[in-house]
């Protein structure tokens, strides 16, 4: 596979690598794996912003003591089809799948369950969750809050963090649907992209210093709530699902990922659901007709025909098709950042010849 | 309570007639009562598009027997935690009440509980729902589908309807956090508003019959997606919660529900979740914890000093308190409507001296 054509990194490798400096560095080895495959997977998926480029820094939060690699998981279950996940300040990948396997696990007796984690840490892209289930034929929902970076409508400083939504459900087309979605207009890396680029931001996306809406990447230093008050209040309900059910910081309580000291915890809550379709109707009949809607959706007639309707989750199933031949892509800068990290452990990079 | 000073009509006799007259139409008393106190709170929270302007529409759906009156509830629970509840073309507000009180009353054994509802017909707000959940100490999430008139993102005809999500949560401080938002940019309501105004719609909210954006409302005929994708895929997983789930059809297969055949019916779907906060946490302690995200989201330092930060609700809330004394504006047109009815069934209309 090696060779001038390939443009990126092939997924497998960069796995590995992953799970295996992470490991040297002292995280156990359900942590490691599942940190290698949310990271991996998600790049796999066109998600650069919530995939590999993350791991450097998940690195030395491991190092740091901000994430703690050997977790003792803890469920506090006072009811059947509920629970509560203390994840002692483990990574946010390992916590997430723990938590969404019991409410799959569950939800295949009950119907319906739903598990709430406290002291967590940054868990990637919520897809990565909702899909878990999805792929197991259930449909999934995964909920994170995260620090201060939205601000209300009407505010002037940020107050909710971008508190993704994720639903996935499964599809007998092969691919689970999957909308993943932040509450807030953009997320902060196309802010930072239109930065270097000079491009204008588009509107009702980002506010400056005082709070004004403004079109200049150069001044954002926040982002406002998709479609206005909706965003908000959808930001709003993820809180209180991820941090006022259990009693864990709010969005102004959290220390910012990237700019508090690394050693410091930050505890994320997180919220997963997850419903069996076999409790609503015959075993794969919701299979089928969400690989119908969607067959639908996409013969919808296009205002532009060069730009055919896609349903959520198209963009990434493409991208995940192009990557499985063309690799991952990672930046010059990210190399360097990965090649920080296999000095210190002692491993050969993924693209490094063997 | 009567006089020249009095601008609306007082919920509790709105209320009494609407039950009476649906009784006299045939309803029974559990239609009958959810119907109308569900139209009347809708108004007294100052959503008057969902209040009780629809009473005399529903009047007639219930005539031509698009609407079942006396409908025979069956639910099919094959696992604890969910049931589909087939409503036998009942009004919506009272099949939503049904299974709402199924999943509150299974949660709170269990957890975490959901009902898909099959069968039903319109039922107004969201919120209605999720409040019931709320009233009674539990987190509430109420979804309904709706005949096609949101156009997908790139799309040029409408797909799914304005698919709300309703959110509710208990509050200490006696009001319920309340969340309730087409997944539309607007509701078609302020489109027709508009029209009468002659003032412009704003950006990105709707389409003319080619599908092109426009923000003239004489021209719009469909909507478009909250925060563009985000919207879309947001309707989309309300459909799939509460078409795809139980088989129900979904938008564009759905009957209108004023420009088609008052007697044909609609076969609606609606999907409803409990959370038990007990489940998460020592009893009471989210509804202290909403009730202080609330008073810090209110107190956030506003952009404009004369229009203070809202928290979902508040809109609401506000115009509840005023209606209490004020009462419920009933247009010259929807008493015009009332009156049809009253004559039809032999009652005193609740704005006439007694």
């Given amino acids: 596979m090696a060779g001038a054509a390939v443009k990126g990194v092939a997924a497998a ?28 997977e998600t790049s796999s998926r066109g998600v650069d912003s919530h995939g590999v480029r993350l791991f450097p820094h998940y690195a030395r939060a491991l190092e740091a003591g901000r994430v703690n690699g050997r977790p003792n998981f803890r469920f506090e279950s006072r009811f059947e089809g509920a629970a509560v996940l203390h994840a002692d300040d483990a990574f946010g990948h390992a916590a997430g799948v723990k938590a969404m396997d019991w409410a799959v696990e569950r939800a295949r007796r009950l119907g319906t369950a739903s598990v709430a984690v ?15 289930a999805a792929e197991q034929g259930l449909v999934g929902l995964a909920f994170t809050n995260a620090d201060a970076l939205v601000v209300p409508t009407r505010g002037k400083r940020p107050f909710f963090g971008t508190n993704p939504v994720a639903f ?7 691919e689970p649907f999957c909308l993943d979605m932040a509450t807030s207009q953009l997320n902060w890396n196309k802010v930072l992209r239109a930065r270097e680029s000079g491009e204008a931001l588009p509107p009702a996306a980002a506010v400056d210093a005082d709070g004004r809406e403004t079109r200049d990447a150069a001044v954002a230093r926040a982002l406002m709530p998709s479609g206005g008050y909706k965003g ?10 991820c941090a006022s059910l259990t009693g864990g910081p709010c969005g102004p309580d959290m220390l910012p990922m990237f700019t508090s000291p690394i050693a410091a915890r930050r505890d994320i809550g997180h919220y997963f659901l997850a419903l069996e379709p076999a409790a609503f109707d015959e075993a794969g009949a919701l299979a089928r007709r969400v690989a119908e809607l969607r067959a639908r959706l996409r013969a919808e007639p296009p205002l532009d025909p060069a730009e055919p309707v896609l349903a959520a989750g ?32 002692g491993l050969t990079l993924p693209w490094e010849p063997v």
Avoid: N, Q, W
């Fill in 118 to 132: 406290r002291r967590s840490s940054h868990f990637g892209a919520a897809a990565y969750f909702a899909l878990r």
């Fill in 168 to 174: 996935a459900a499964p599809s007998s087309d092969g």
């Fill in 13 to 40: 490798p960069l796995a590995a690598f992953i799970r295996a400096a992470l490991e040297r560095l002292g995280a156990d080895a359900f942590s490691a794996e599942h940190v290698a495959r949310g990271l991996t």
């Fill in 232 to 241: 908000f209040g959808l930001g709003a309900m993820v809180d209180i699902l």
């Fill in 314 to 345: 198209d963009p990434e199933t493409a991208a995940r098709r192009l990557r499985e031949t063309d690799g991952v892509p990672v930046p010059e800068a990210d190399r360097a950042a990965f090649a920080v990290v296999a000095r210190k452990v």
